[in-house]
């Protein structure tokens, strides 16, 4: 009889940052069940090419439609189905809303460890959204090494982003964009303005010899053309790496510049030194991950209003201060806290 190697399911099919996140659960599950376990995954399809080159992770499940029953829903259907030949040792759903309890309920496993058997809400003010994953791998099992628990991805080679971008030379990265980046109501209100973006890049290049690469997705490609035409040593990206490239590059910066963005926590997970800039986000839970490999500053003016993201309070405020006023000073002076 032929051994097979235990398997577990990991059920993260958020927004990109929130993926990234959750990748902080990897390396303890390898430790929990030895080196040759195989972990498939569950994501949103075009998040799934962050694990294009990560090797852990044997199986990627896309889910195009995650609301829609398994009944109705092919790619449910056959995480289901496989299990029932292939039972997991684990299935560990790090979602807290009920869009895949079905697929827990009915996949044969071992053990079932999350939703629907056991809420862990993110609602500790202070707890970054990786504490929160953990929290809920906790409910398996905590003995593991905390300092390997932290997000984790992998790049492409870096002589092919070399051969592709202009990034031989010292640089630094800029993501000014969100996932809701030129809206004009409060949801567009963690964007940093563009004239502060335009203020700091014109104080990086007369202060220091880095070039600026500016990134950002293929959706958001007509945003940039506000920093056009592009001063020397200034490099538009935008909409033209892949998530792998993008990991590769942010590794082999200098620093990373960005506010709260899906960028912001591969940021976090690639790069040595990341500022993020924060106004009515709660930067405790969604600031890029600080671990003892990277050196992450939080840029904020720490309003007292701060933060008021899906509050009542943000849909009354008439001016977001809390960003405007932020300027590209406060930026160059946590510049200079790093060892660049």
Same mark, same amino acid.
């Given at each position: 009889?032929?051994?097979?190697?235990?398997?577990?399911?990991?059920?993260?099919?958020?927004?990109?940052?929130?993926?990234?996140?959750?990748?902080?659960?990897?390396?303890?599950?390898?430790?929990?069940?030895? @080196?040759?376990?195989?972990?498939?995954?569950?994501?949103?399809? !075009?998040? @799934?090419?962050?694990?294009?080159?990560?090797?852990?992770?044997?199986?990627?499940?896309?889910?195009?439609?995650?609301?829609?029953?398994?009944?109705?829903?092919?790619?449910?259907?056959?995480?289901?189905?496989?299990?029932?030949?292939?039972?997991?040792?684990?299935?560990?759903?790090?979602?807290?809303?009920?869009?895949? *309890?079905?697929?827990?309920?009915?996949?044969?496993?071992? *053990?079932?460890?999350?939703?629907?058997?056991?809420?862990?809400?993110?609602?500790?003010?202070?707890?970054?959204?990786?504490?929160?994953?953990?929290?809920?791998?906790?409910?398996?099992?905590?003995?593991?090494?905390?300092?390997?628990?932290?997000?984790?991805?992998?790049?492409?080679?870096?002589?092919?982003?070399?051969?592709?971008?202009?990034?031989?030379?010292?640089?630094?990265?800029?993501?000014?964009?969100? @996932?809701?980046? !030129?809206?004009?109501?409060?949801?567009?209100?963690? +964007?940093?303005?563009? *004239?502060?973006?335009?203020?700091?890049?014109?104080?990086?290049?007369?202060?220091? @010899?880095?070039?600026?690469?500016?990134?950002?997705?293929?959706?958001?490609?007509?945003?940039?053309?506000?920093?056009?035409?592009?001063?020397?040593?200034?490099?538009?990206?935008?909409?033209?790496?892949?998530?792998?490239?993008?990991?590769?590059?942010?590794?082999? +910066?200098?620093?990373?510049?960005?506010?709260?963005?899906? +960028?912001a926590h591969i940021a976090g997970a690639s790069a040595k030194n990341i500022i993020s800039i924060h106004g009515p986000t709660n930067f405790y839970q969604s600031a890029p991950y600080s671990t003892k490999y990277n050196d992450v500053k939080v840029a904020t003016l720490n309003l007292k209003c701060s933060p008021c993201y899906d509050t009542e309070a943000i849909k009354n405020c008439k001016k977001n201060i809390c960003m405007q006023d932020l300027n590209a000073e406060t930026v160059?002076?946590?510049?200079?806290?790093? +060892?660049?």
């Amino acid at each position: 009889m032929i051994k097979q190697n235990k398997k577990v399911l990991v059920i993260r099919c958020g927004l990109l940052g929130d993926t990234v996140d959750a990748t902080s659960v990897i390396q303890p599950l390898i430790e929990l069940y030895g @080196s040759e376990l195989e972990i498939h995954w569950v994501s949103k399809p !075009g998040i @799934s090419d962050l694990f294009k080159y990560d090797s852990r992770i044997n199986k990627v499940y896309k889910l195009k439609h995650t609301k829609l029953p398994f009944i109705f829903n092919i790619e449910k259907f056959n995480i289901i189905l496989n299990s029932l030949f292939n039972p997991y040792e684990l299935i560990l759903n790090l979602e807290i809303g009920s869009k895949f *309890n079905d697929i827990v309920r009915f996949s044969r496993s071992k *053990n079932k460890i999350g939703m629907p058997y056991k809420c862990i809400e993110d609602d500790i003010f202070k707890e970054h959204r990786v504490e929160h994953q953990l929290r809920i791998l906790d409910e398996l099992s905590c003995k593991y090494d905390k300092d390997n628990a932290k997000p984790s991805i992998v790049g492409i080679d870096l002589d092919h982003v070399i051969k592709k971008f202009p990034i031989e030379n010292d640089y630094v990265v800029m993501c000014p964009t969100n @996932s809701h980046v !030129g809206n004009q109501n409060h949801r567009g209100y963690r +964007s940093w303005p563009d *004239n502060n973006w335009k203020d700091l890049i014109s104080r990086v290049l007369s202060e220091t @010899s880095l070039r600026i690469i500016l990134v950002g997705s293929k959706n958001e490609k007509k945003y940039f053309n506000t920093f056009y035409p592009l001063k020397e040593r200034t490099y538009d990206l935008s909409g033209q790496t892949t998530i792998p490239e993008l990991i590769t590059i942010m590794k082999n +910066s200098k620093c990373v510049i960005t506010t709260d963005s899906g +960028s912001a926590h591969i940021a976090g997970a690639s790069a040595k030194n990341i500022i993020s800039i924060h106004g009515p986000t709660n930067f405790y839970q969604s600031a890029p991950y600080s671990t003892k490999y990277n050196d992450v500053k939080v840029a904020t003016l720490n309003l007292k209003c701060s933060p008021c993201y899906d509050t009542e309070a943000i849909k009354n405020c008439k001016k977001n201060i809390c960003m405007q006023d932020l300027n590209a000073e406060t930026v160059m002076g946590l510049m200079a806290e790093l +060892s660049l």
